[in-house]
């Protein structure tokens, strides 16, 4: 089966009015250019680095202008809309990164907040603490939509590839990966992570992308792309403002790369044996 896929390339600034604008813009384009999946970045609704001015603009998830505009637009266009991640306020005071994802009669058909947090100081200043902010997920995603099984992911969540293993073992045909990935690891990193996810998993992968310099003073390194089970980029866009990343996905070619390269099913058990060291003057060969 074919379908046209679209990632959403955006820099959302601190304003959700304005950045729920861009999106109704660059989603209707998709649509306009056949798309009938199409995903959004990390933190469409706001990228905000000041945790007060984040919560300022702060809804839950019934009230969230994000939520409401997306699944408005869902029905409209007769798409599966993915908000790749919002933050939601939660009953407890705390904030999901929570992703979503549309039918194309408006139904919430899916949530999932991001498992991994990016809790890091980089050698060049910038430091970021997830958890400090956000509450963890605590369960992957997988959605059975008429054209695919999907899996979600988010951004930091790249780096763990068993939960792609596990998704893949448990038939994803697709895996996303919404991020808003800083400009120093996405030139290092950003890529070859992805397609290492595709080509290890024989999976299809879709990566909208955060792009430029934020309001907040953020920079975040773009290239939004979609890549192909043979880990072939299909489509990508470049690393500053907003883009429609536009490619065709056939599934039939998830069975084909899973056939000529069957590591799921050849994978194995083991134990790790953890060998004391030789002694002094040992011979080794």
Same mark, same amino acid.
């Given at each position: 089966?074919?379908?046209?896929?679209?990632?959403?390339?955006?820099?959302?600034?601190?304003?959700?009015?304005?950045?729920?604008?861009?999106?109704?813009?660059?989603?209707?384009?998709?649509?306009?250019?056949?798309?009938?999946?199409?995903?959004?970045?990390?933190?469409?609704?706001?990228?905000?680095?000041?945790?007060?001015?984040?919560?300022?603009?702060?809804?839950?998830?019934?009230?969230?202008?994000?939520?409401?505009?997306?699944? @408005?637009? /869902?029905? %409209?266009?007769?798409?599966? $809309?993915?908000?790749?991640?919002? #933050?939601?306020?939660?009953? +407890? =005071?705390?904030?999901?990164?929570?992703?979503?994802?549309?039918?194309?009669?408006?139904?919430?058909?899916?949530?999932?907040?991001?498992?991994?947090?990016?809790?890091?100081?980089?050698?060049?200043?910038?430091?970021?603490?997830e958890s400090?902010?956000?509450?963890?997920?605590?369960?992957?995603?997988?959605?059975?939509?008429p054209f695919?099984?999907?899996?979600?992911?988010?951004?930091?969540?790249?780096?763990?590839?068993?939960?792609?293993?596990?998704?893949?073992?448990?038939?994803?045909?697709?895996?996303?990966?919404?991020?808003?990935?800083?400009?120093?690891?996405?030139?290092?990193?950003?890529?070859?992570?992805?397609? @290492?996810? /595709?080509? %290890?998993?024989?999976?299809? $992968?879709?990566?909208?992308?955060? #792009?430029?310099?934020?309001? +907040? =003073?953020?920079?975040?390194?773009?290239?939004?792309?979609?890549?192909?089970?043979?880990?072939?980029?299909?489509?990508?866009?470049?690393?500053v403002g907003?883009?429609?990343?536009?490619?065709?996905?056939?599934?039939?070619?998830?069975?084909?790369?899973?056939?000529?390269?069957?590591?799921?099913?050849?994978?194995?058990?083991?134990?790790?044996?953890?060998?004391?060291?030789?002694?002094?003057?040992?011979?080794?060969?």
């Amino acid at each position: 089966m074919s379908l046209k896929v679209a990632a959403i390339q955006m820099c959302s600034g601190t304003d959700p009015e304005k950045n729920a604008h861009d999106m109704e813009r660059l989603v209707r384009e998709a649509a306009d250019h056949g798309a009938r999946y199409i995903q959004t970045p990390e933190m469409t609704g706001a990228v905000q680095k000041n945790r007060a001015g984040l919560m300022e603009i702060l809804r839950d998830e019934e009230s969230d202008l994000i939520v409401q505009k997306a699944a @408005a637009l /869902a029905k %409209e266009l007769s798409v599966h $809309l993915h908000i790749g991640s919002t #933050a939601i306020a939660l009953a +407890d =005071g705390k904030i999901a990164n929570r992703a979503f994802l549309f039918g194309p009669d408006g139904r919430k058909l899916a949530t999932y907040d991001k498992i991994h947090m990016f809790d890091v100081d980089l050698d060049n200043g910038e430091s970021w603490r997830e958890s400090s902010v956000y509450r963890p997920g605590t369960s992957a995603k997988l959605l059975d939509l008429p054209f695919a099984r999907l899996g979600f992911a988010i951004c930091y969540d790249v780096r763990f590839p068993h939960l792609f293993r596990a998704q893949a073992m448990a038939g994803a045909q697709i895996l996303t990966v919404p991020a808003a990935f800083t400009k120093q690891t996405g030139e290092a990193h950003w890529e070859v992570l992805l397609r @290492a996810r /595709a080509i %290890e998993n024989g999976t299809f $992968l879709i990566a909208a992308a955060q #792009a430029g310099l934020h309001e +907040d =003073g953020r920079e975040t390194f773009g290239h939004s792309m979609v890549i192909d089970p043979w880990g072939k980029v299909l489509a990508h866009a470049g690393g500053v403002g907003e883009s429609v990343v536009l490619a065709n996905v056939d599934l039939a070619e998830v069975s084909a790369a899973r056939a000529k390269i069957p590591n799921l099913k050849n994978g194995r058990e083991f134990s790790i044996d953890i060998l004391p060291e030789l002694a002094k003057g040992g011979i080794t060969v």
